[in-house]
């Protein structure tokens, strides 16, 4: 069995106004839809707010959203790329994970 590629991404809630939203929790959400999608169970994305004690270190220039694949960060600040962290996803999976993903995407395009 493959060990997963753990994406985290750190956000925290954001006050507008008298309402808190927690749009990065949401775009998570779609984010880890969009790969689990493509890499199944290959891969797992997890959403952890700022202020969770399971919150992981962070670097100290570091900005929201923060992005990491297998503990490394990917990206600080800005938007959620989609197709940013699928390549970093590629980039961690095994070799041969990787081919048979875009084996069956090629089919099954």
């Given amino acids: 069995m493959v060990t997963p590629v753990r994406v985290v991404i750190v956000g925290a809630p954001v006050a507008c106004g008298p309402e808190v939203k927690d749009t990065w929790r949401e775009l998570s959400a779609w984010v880890g839809d969009q790969l689990r999608s493509r890499f199944g169970e290959a891969v797992v994305?997890?959403?952890?707010?700022?202020?969770?004690?399971?919150?992981?270190?962070?670097?100290?220039?570091?900005?929201?959203?923060?992005?990491?694949?297998?503990?490394?960060?990917?990206?600080?600040?800005?938007k959620l790329s989609v197709p940013v962290i699928r390549r970093a996803v590629e980039s961690h999976l095994a070799p041969s994970v990787a081919v048979e993903e875009r084996a069956g995407s090629a089919q099954a395009g």
């Fill in 45 to 78: 994305v997890e959403y952890v707010d700022l202020l969770d004690p399971a919150c992981p270190s962070l670097p100290a220039d570091a900005a929201l959203p923060l992005v990491l694949v297998d503990d490394q960060v990917l990206s600080s600040g800005g």
